[in-house]
């Protein structure tokens, strides 16, 4: 592991930090917009209708987030532009890498004090984005750390692009060991739950997915939204039409079981939660992917595969599992080897395809269920995240 430069948190005022302020949403930002509501923006501050089309090549296509870095605007306009359409949404706090450079958080300050983390995987022929939807979590899984938070706030359509053009960045400077110089994959499995951001979501799904210079130009197809099971938002996202990847963090076949590891069961059922994603998979022809955390001696035995499997005979849908990242003071840990080997053999016997996912960035509590940010904060761990809470 490494621990990259910190970045200062204030760099006019080095000793003055950020206090916690009350959760607010943050200003509006031109990732916020469409590339006519851009049109009127810039026509607004008196400026010539072709810049929103030049500040949005900057950004979506050369990842200049910073109007000081955009040399060919003219001086007058820089500080007009940034106040009204490039205010500052993200701060780095902290950035760590490991993986032999291959995996690296990012961990952000907010205009408002939260912190949120974003997480950058290199593979041999993909970049993949991981990034939080929300400040928190409402969810309350137990064997999440960000579920053990609570939500503190959604974030905005913009704060939820600038964590992709940022990361974008990061990979386009060939930082990535061995991977290609260019983010090619947005997963929504960072903090929050993004169906309960719903509008937000989907509208930065759309600035993601639209071609450059409006947007990030990727394909719908290479992102992911993964919900607890939001029943009625998951039925919004069928009728959108959109051929992005569903995720189901299913984790149990059962009610009994699941009503306790994702408590959202308790209002919508594992048979309801199902019926709704093989809906989506029928309507996108998309494979839905259904995760399941592997928690020793919890969901871990041969029964519940065999249960599972059943559930997904001859669906469009593939099993991902995922070995339990164990959080601090957790009673839970992953099950050993040889009964996910089990699980994975019995889920194959019933003809359902199964994955088991790498544990990228374990080592620096990236990993699935690890980001925890707000958390750092109350322990004042390394004194970095305490620099978020000292007074000004
Ligand atoms: N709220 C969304 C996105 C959250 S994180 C959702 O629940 O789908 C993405 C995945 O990581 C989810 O499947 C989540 O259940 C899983 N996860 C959370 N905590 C974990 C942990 N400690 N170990 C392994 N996976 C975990």
């Known amino acids: 592991m490494t621990i990259l430069p910190v970045i200062p948190i204030s760099p006019d005022k080095p000793d003055a930090v950020i206090t916690r302020r009350r959760p607010s949403m943050p200003p509006r930002h031109l990732a916020d917009l ?27 296509g050369r990842f200049v987030r910073d109007a000081s870095a955009m ?32 995996t690296r958080k990012t961990l952000w300050k907010l ?6 983390e974003s997480v950058l995987m290199g593979y041999s022929n993909r970049v993949t984005a991981c990034v939080s939807s929300q400040a928190g979590c409402g969810m309350a899984c137990p064997f999440c750390a960000t579920g053990q938070q609570g939500l503190t706030r959604n974030l905005s359509v913009a704060e939820i692009v600038d964590q992709c053009v940022y990361l974008a960045g990061v990979a386009a ?31 930065a799904v759309r600035r993601l997915t639209t071609p450059a210079p409006e947007g990030l130009g ?33 984790h149990a076949p059962d009610d009994d079981l699941r009503d306790e590891l994702v408590p959202v069961n308790q209002r919508w059922k594992v048979a309801e939660v199902l019926d709704a994603a093989f809906d989506y998979a029928a309507q996108t022809g998309r494979r839905v992917s259904i995760e399941y955390a592997l928690i ?35 009673k839970w840990d992953a099950s050993p080897k040889p009964v996910e080997r089990e699980f994975v053999r019995r889920l194959l016997a019933a003809g359902v395809e199964t994955t088991v996912r790498d544990t990228r960035g374990r080592e620096i509590d990236g990993a699935c269920g690890q980001l925890a940010a707000g958390e750092l904060t109350q322990a004042g761990a390394d004194g970095v995240a305490a620099d978020a809470e000292v007074a000004q």
């Open 34 to 60: 469409d590339l006519d509501a851009r049109k009127a923006a810039v026509a607004a501050l008196g400026e010539p209708a072709f810049r929103a089309k030049q500040l949005s090549t900057h950004y979506f």
């Open 71 to 102: 040399t060919d605007l003219p001086a007058a306009s820089r500080d007009r532009i940034t106040a009204d359409l490039l205010p500052t949404l993200l701060t780095p706090i902290r950035e760590q890498d490991c993986d032999d450079g291959a």
């Open 111 to 116: 205009h408002d004090g939260a912190l949120v």
């Open 173 to 203: 400077s060939g930082v990535v060991t061995g991977s290609p110089p260019r983010l090619s994959r947005v997963v929504f499995m960072g903090m929050g739950e993004p169906l309960a951001n719903y509008p937000r979501v989907i509208e």
């Open 218 to 250: 990727l394909s719908q197809r290479h992102i992911t939204v993964s919900t607890v099971g939001l029943v009625p938002a998951m039925r919004r996202l069928i009728a959108e039409q959109l051929s992005v990847t569903l995720a189901l963090s299913l």
């Open 296 to 330: 020793r001696d919890v969901n871990d035995q041969p029964w519940r595969a065999d249960l599972l499997g059943r559930l997904l005979h001859g669906k469009l849908a593939h099993v991902n599992l995922i070995p339990l990242n164990p959080t601090p003071g957790s």
